[in-house]
């Protein structure tokens, strides 16, 4: 799919902007939140680096910052143009095949979201037979 991974922490922009040199698709979020009032972390400066559509990035951790910046949380603020749709329409053909066994997602490990390095390397290694799955609180 063509992701690319890069740490969070102080310089994370200029990491991400070393591994890309276009705007990309969609920039996700998953920086643990450690932010004094009023902060928007890193989210403006992904937003630059997704061509300054703030419908490109999606945040699971900064909920304060995505509202400040209009980041996406999850599907809502998806434009009709520009950014990418999320087929919900096609979840619930695909639960009933899932419901009746004619559907399956063979899911190869599940890790602690802390441990999504190790999930990461068994992925990019190729050795995963079937989904690699991040549990919070796991």
Request: hydrophobic share 50%.
């Amino acid at each position: 799919m063509g992701v690319l991974v890069a740490s969070h922490g102080e310089g994370m922009v200029e990491r991400v902007r070393a591994l890309i040199n276009q705007a990309p698709d969609v920039i996700v979020d998953a920086a643990p939140v450690n932010l004094k009032a009023g902060s928007v972390g890193a989210l403006p400066d992904l937003v630059k680096l997704a061509g300054g559509d703030p419908t490109r990035v999606i945040t699971i951790a900064d909920f304060e910052g995505a509202a400040k910046t209009g980041v996406r949380m999850g599907a809502e603020n998806v434009k009709a143009e520009g950014g990418f749709k999320l087929r919900w329409d096609a979840l619930r053909a695909y639960g009933q095949l899932a419901a009746d066994g004619q559907f399956s997602i063979p899911v190869a490990q599940t890790f602690a979201l802390e441990d999504w390095r190790d999930a990461l390397e068994i992925s990019l290694a190729g050795r995963a037979r079937g989904k690699l799955v991040l549990l919070p609180g796991h």
